[in-house]
């Protein structure tokens, strides 16, 4: 194995763990059963202040429709959002946060923000700083590679 695989391996091994543990961790301290999905929506919604159609909160999340219409079913059955036909076109819906939505919204960010905190701290705020671009550009790059990918079917790059 070259050392540039060895090295990819390693990121993304520490990156998928690293995943793992955090989502292990916030879940146990969302309120309610709340799932991180559910928090990632209503967070969402609350930080952009407009209307969603369920298709555009699908690719904003990089999840099926399928997925998050789930998600909606079940944040709509708790009253944290509405969900209502969109007047220009009845085939769609639009999704918009609720009082009661944002109510859980603040009590998970309470939950979760001790613990994120602890984490900034021991690891020291200027490791954070500095793994944030790396971070932000792989995100970036992992983003536009969905988009602008290989056509389904076509062959992968040769060795």
Known sequence: MSEN??????LFSE???ADQLVRNRLTRVLPNKMEISHFSVLNHLARSGAERS?????RSFHV???AMTNTLSKLENSGYVHIRPDWDDARRKMVSISPAGT???D???DAITPLINEMVS?????KVRAAL????ELRTKLENDLTSGPSPGALPPSP
């Open 122 to 126: 021991e690891l020291g705020e200027a």
């Open 15 to 17: 990156l998928l763990t």
């Open 107 to 109: 009590a998970a960010l």
């Open 103 to 105: 109510q859980a919204r």
């Open 54 to 58: 369920p298709a555009q909160l699908a």
């Open 133 to 136: 671009p790396v971070l932000r």
């Open 64 to 66: 099926t429709r399928g």
């Open 5 to 10: 695989n060895a090295l990819a391996i390693s």
